[in-house]
């Protein structure tokens, strides 16, 4: 669990002790962790990213949860393993966006075909009399 996970654990207790309703987006891929908060009394949301820059807008706070780790706790090895375990997730997600491109491309592709070889007006007709033997 990220640092963030912290502060949004924190965030969601303080909001259930101050009786404030939170709104909770979960992970995807990790459904105990949360992506964002939103707040509706407050009009405030909390987004969680591995890259600020995706989010920016003038009018947003952004809070780099790494300052909060203590550095000097920190071993060379772990050091390492960070640097090691970033790199990899990086490549991951990197690898996981062409695959989800290319499945795209491959999806429009099926698409063509089958609006080629649909017949559209037939289905039509056949929802026409399916309709008229229900209900009249």
Do not use: W
């Amino acid at each position: 669990m990220g640092t963030s996970q912290f502060m949004f654990d924190a965030l969601i207790n303080l909001a259930r002790r101050q009786r404030l309703e939170v709104y909770r987006a979960p992970v995807p891929l990790e459904p105990s962790q949360s992506e964002a908060l939103y707040f509706p009394r407050l009009d405030l949301a909390v987004v969680r990213s591995d890259k600020p820059g995706d989010y920016y807008n003038p009018e947003l706070k952004i809070v780099n949860m790494e300052r909060f780790i203590d550095r000097s706790l920190l071993t060379q090895s772990d050091r390492k393993r960070r640097r090691m375990l970033t790199k990899y997730r990086d490549e991951l997600i990197s690898d996981a966006l062409v695959g989800m491109s290319e499945a795209g491309e491959l999806h429009g592709e099926i698409e063509r075909i089958y609006r080629e070889a649909m017949d559209f007006d037939a289905v039509g007709r056949f929802c026409d009399e399916l309709e008229a033997r229900i209900f009249d």
